[in-house]
Nanobody, 120 residues
Framework: QVQLVESGGGLVQPGGSLRLSCAAS????????IGWFRQAPGKEREGVSC????????YYADSVKGRFTTSRDNAKNTVYLQMNSLKPEDTAVYYC?????????????WGQGTQVTVSS
């Protein structure tokens, strides 16, 4: 069964950090570009970052550039999103998704999401 499972969300104070994980089962992440998305209440889903399958190139939304870092550990079949200097506006449900094409193309598989809440 093909599955992506996010974990690592939670409640954190402004300025804090969280690391999200996206673990794959039923397929190998090596050949997929992995995107991170988020959706806040009442807002459209937003692309946060993407890491390519070929050379590990990374791409970030302007809103998170310099604060978020995505990486992959193919041996663990897992991709990570390290989030530092978190702000209240980062509060959202975060999703990972996999595409057999390149970053920015249609995604084939989606996780169920993990809640991130940034609040004092």
């Amino acid at each position: 069964q093909v599955q992506l499972v996010e974990s690592g969300g939670g409640l954190v104070q402004p300025g804090g950090s969280l690391r999200l994980s996206c673990a794959a089962s039923g397929f190998t992440l090596d050949y997929y570009a992995i995107g991170w998305f988020r959706q806040a209440p009442g807002k459209e889903r937003e692309g946060v970052s993407c890491i390519s399958s070929s050379d590990g190139s990374t791409y970030y939304a302007d809103s998170v550039k310099g604060r978020f870092t995505t990486s992959r550990d193919n041996a663990k079949n897992t991709v990570y999103l390290q989030m530092n200097s978190l702000k209240p506006e980062d509060t959202a449900v975060y999703y990972c998704a996999a595409t057999g094409s390149s970053c920015g193309y249609e995604y084939d598989y989606w996780g169920q999401g993990t809640q991130v809440t940034v609040s004092s």
